[in-house]
C-alpha cells in the first residue's frame, strides 16, 4: 500500500503536474465565475513554475542531501562486495529495444564499472526491479549485466536483485541476498542526493554500508537568486528536491527510518 501511496503522491506533488492542477481547478473557479479564487490559483500555478525553472531553489534544496556524504578517502583497501541501486536505465526503452539505454541518473552504473575495476575480485549487487504503476519496463537488474559486461565486468561477479521497487525494499531484499557480517565492508553507489535516504533504509535493514556517491546535480556553490543552470536541469533539480524531502519525511512518519537524516 505505502508503494502505491508513495506513487500516487508524487504524481500530484510533481512541479509540473501540481502546476497542471492548478491550472485546471483555476479554469473551472473561472468558468463558476469565482473570479478571486481563480486568480488565486493561476497566480501559485505560476509561482510554482518561476520558482522551480527560473530560480536556484531546487539546488539549493539538493545542497544539504548531496553534501551528506563523501567518498572515503583514501579508498578502503579492502571491501567485499558493491552495491548499486537501481534508477540509471530507460526501463520501457531497454524492453522495447533492447540494449541498456541510460537515464540523467545513469552515472552511478558508470561509477560501478570503475570500482569494479578497481576491485577486481569482490560481487558486484544491482539492486533494482520495475519501480513504475503504468509504464512497462525493463528492471534495472535485468539491463544492468549488459552494461556492466560490456565494460569488462565479468558475468560471475554479478548478484541481481530485480524484485525490490522502492529504497525500503532495495535495503531489506539486498541484505537477504548477501547476508551481510558485522566485520564486512561493503560499498553502496547511488546518486548523492539519494544517498542520505539510502543509508538510512540500509542501516535500518540491519546493513551497515559505506557510502560511494554519485550522479551530482548541483556545483554545491550555488547561491540564492536566479536559477545558474538551464531552464529544464533547474525544474528537475526542483522535482528530485521536493521528491527525495518528501521521501525522507514520509520515511520517518511512517516508521521505516529512525531520524530524519543519518
Known amino acids: 500500500m505505502f508503494f502505491y501511496l508513495s506513487k500516487i503522491f508524487w504524481l500530484l506533488a510533481h512541479p509540473l503536474n501540481l502546476t497542471g492542477i492548478l491550472l485546471f481547478v483555476g479554469l473551472v473557479l473561472l468558468f463558476l465565475q469565482w473570479t478571486r479564487l481563480a486568480g488565486a490559483a493561476f497566480s501559485v500555478a505560476f509561482l510554482v513554475v518561476a520558482l522551480s525553472t527560473w530560480t536556484s531553489l531546487g539546488a539549493l534544496m539538493l545542497h544539504p542531501l548531496e553534501d551528506r556524504f563523501a567518498r572515503p578517502e583514501p579508498a578502503p583497501e579492502r571491501i567485499d562486495g558493491i552495491i548499486v541501486l537501481g534508477g540509471g536505465f530507460e526501463g520501457s526503452v531497454n524492453l522495447a529495444r533492447g540494449g541498456y539505454e541510460l537515464n540523467s541518473s545513469g552515472d552511478r552504473f558508470v561509477e560501478t564499472a570503475v570500482l569494479a575495476r578497481r576491485y577486481p575480485q ?31 565486468v ?17 535495503a531489506r531484499f539486498t541484505r537477504d541476498m548477501v547476508n551481510p557480517q558485522p566485520s564486512q565492508t561493503w560499498l553502496l553507489v547511488t546518486s548523492a542526493f539519494h544517498m542520505p535516504r539510502s ?52 520515511y520517518r512518519l511512517t516508521g521505516r527510518t529512525d531520524r530524519l537524516l543519518p
Open 122 to 152: 569482490v560481487p558486484v549487487v544491482v539492486s533494482g526491479g520495475t519501480g513504475t504503476m503504468v509504464l512497462e519496463g525493463e528492471g534495472d537488474a535485468d539491463t544492468a549485466p549488459r552494461l556492466l559486461t560490456a565494460l569488462g
Open 154 to 170: 565479468d558475468e560471475s561477479r554479478l548478484v541481481l536483485e530485480n524484485r525490490s521497487r522502492n529504497t525500503d525494499e532495495n
Open 199 to 250: 543509508v538510512l533504509l540500509f542501516e535500518k535493514a540491519g546493513f551497515d554500508v559505506v557510502p560511494w556517491p554519485a550522479d551530482y546535480r548541483t556545483a554545491g556553490i550555488e547561491t540564492a537568486g536566479l536559477a545558474q543552470d538551464n531552464e529544464i536541469d533547474s525544474l528537475q533539480n526542483t522535482a528530485i528536491a521536493i521528491r527525495e524531502w518528501i521521501g525522507l519525511v514520509a
